[in-house]
């Protein structure tokens, strides 16, 4: 069975652009969260989609964005990227809430 | 406030000496408490769920248990492929919180 797959691998981009992720859950997962890891810090807990709609976002300024597809794939937004925004993004699926969670192997963002 | 605390932040063991990993907590409302390991530049696998106080789980080496205000990782003869970053984790709802992680080191 493929696990959590999530593209691209790494992104570098400057500060003020915009930066867009990817991430296909495994299949029969319809939830999809979304977590930044800065480096030093834990996940830190960005976005939760179930069933194509956002249930609910972590304490992160609106710029931080994304929407679930009818497939289940998901995508995160950065709009107007800063320095601070340089970190592993990680993508995980579940079942449902309440399951454990599977991660992919992240997108390594980088902002100069 | 709401959250997560794992200590210690680094452990260093050598094969064969078992050691546990703590994990706290307070929030309002668990509804259930992971437990992760990273290996670097790799994402989290998953390890454990527990969701009630007094459950325990095991595989391998490692055995999971869960109190009203905490959770601990036993590791019983650990290996040198058992190095890795635990992380903990717990849902209250709608939220997630992890925790910084336990670094675990095991010298061969």
Do not use: M
């Not at chain 1, 652009?17 to 800065?38: E, K, M, N």
């Not at chain 1, 794939?73 to 800063?82: C, I, P, Q, R």
């Not at chain 2, 905490?70 to 492929?81: G, M, R, W």
């Amino acid at each position: 069975e493929a696990g959590v797959t999530q593209s691209p691998t790494h992104l570098i981009k400057t500060r003020g652009q915009q930066a867009t992720l990817r991430c296909s859950p495994i299949s029969g997962h319809t939830s999809v969260y979304w977590y930044q890891q800065a480096l030093g810090l834990g996940l830190q807990f960005l976005l939760w989609y179930d069933e194509g709609e956002e249930r609910n976002r972590g304490n992160f300024p609106p710029r931080f964005s994304g929407r679930q597809f009818p497939n289940y794939s998901s995508e995160l937004n950065v709009n107007a990227l800063e320095l601070e925004d340089s970190a592993l993004y990680l993508c995980a699926s579940s079942v449902r809430q309440r399951y454990e969670q599977y991660f992919g192997p992240g997108t390594r963002l980088t902002v100069t | 406030e709401d959250q997560v605390t794992q200590s210690p932040e680094a452990l260093r063991l050598q094969e064969g000496e078992s050691s546990s990993l703590n994990c706290s907590y307070t929030v309002s409302g668990l509804r259930g408490l992971f437990w992760y390991r990273q290996d670097p530049g790799k994402g989290p696998e998953f390890l454990f769920t527990l969701y009630s106080a007094g459950e325990e789980k095991e595989k391998e080496r490692l055995k999971a248990t869960l109190t009203k205000k905490e959770s601990f990782l036993h590791i019983t003869a650990p290996k040198p492929e058992d190095s890795a970053t635990y992380l903990c984790a717990v849902e209250t709802g709608n939220q997630f919180y992890f925790g910084t992680g336990t670094s675990l080191t095991v010298i061969p």
